[in-house]
């Protein structure tokens, strides 16, 4: 079946830096894929929709110029924690949707651990 | 805005007995997806099943099965002969028209052997 792959699945940065997560589709196109966050023992919240080839769309309350998203291709999208710093350490995971009306499903990615320091 | 409701933080539930976790939902919308996903310890999001709006059936995969109840908007899964590999949490999502998923809160599913 479809696969989503993220990389790193943990990554330790010092405050202060900048973080590269990357979400990529393996055996399909994905126009458009999710980022998650979820906190410890919470939901997975929606941070922001990723556009192949256009900007990316956020959710009310996130910060667009923390969190950079690019779609440069239709099988990759890459988050960029800006300027970290510890409460944004958390569990990020991406998704992209397939399959047709009778066959719909979104593959998740198996997640990044980010610790800030 | 769609809400997705899940009011049972926590359940345990007997090894080879059933279980039902309940979950509710708000739209105005009249076609639309419900699905409820499994997030093992290993954090990976596993599509338990998949329920579209206009079937009037109830969707089941093997021992998993929803109580699909448009008018109440609400959408339940029962687990029929409960394994240890089913301890996880559970959560209740619904996709938006323009595919976004919103989850509820989660319902952690214990097993007692």
């Known amino acids: 079946g479809a696969v989503v792959s993220q990389h790193p699945s943990w990554v330790i940065c010092k405050s202060g830096t900048s973080v590269k997560i990357e979400c990529r589709s393996l055996d399909f196109q994905a126009t458009t894929m999710f980022w998650y966050r979820q906190f410890p023992k919470q939901s997975l919240m929606l941070m922001a929709t990723?556009?192949?080839?256009?900007?990316?769309?956020?959710e009310q309350g996130v910060e667009k110029d923390k969190f950079l998203i690019n779609h440069a291709s239709l099988t990759l999208s890459t988050l960029t924690v800006t300027s970290a710093h510890p409460e944004d350490s958390s569990f990020y995971i991406c998704s992209a949707p397939i399959g047709t009306p009778e066959t719909y499903e979104q593959y998740f990615g198996p997640g990044t651990r980010l610790t800030v320091t | 805005a769609q809400t997705v409701t899940q009011s049972q933080p926590e359940m345990s539930v007997q090894e080879a007995e059933t279980v039902t976790l309940s979950c509710t939902y708000d739209?105005?919308?009249?076609?639309?997806?419900l699905f409820w996903y499994k997030q093992p310890p290993s954090r990976q999001m596993i599509l338990v099943i998949r329920?579209?709006?206009?079937?009037?059936q109830n969707a089941t995969e093997n021992r998993f099965s929803v109580n699909f109840q448009k008018a109440a908007k609400s959408f339940s899964l029962k687990i029929s002969d409960s394994q240890l590999g089913d301890a996880a949490m559970y959560f209740c999502a619904y996709r938006t028209r323009d595919d976004k998923i919103i989850f509820g809160k989660g319902t952690r599913l214990h097993i007692l052997p």
């Open positions: 739209t105005s919308e009249s076609d639309y997806y």
């Open positions: 329920q579209e709006a206009y079937k009037q």
């Open positions: 990723s556009n192949e080839g256009s900007k990316a769309t956020y």
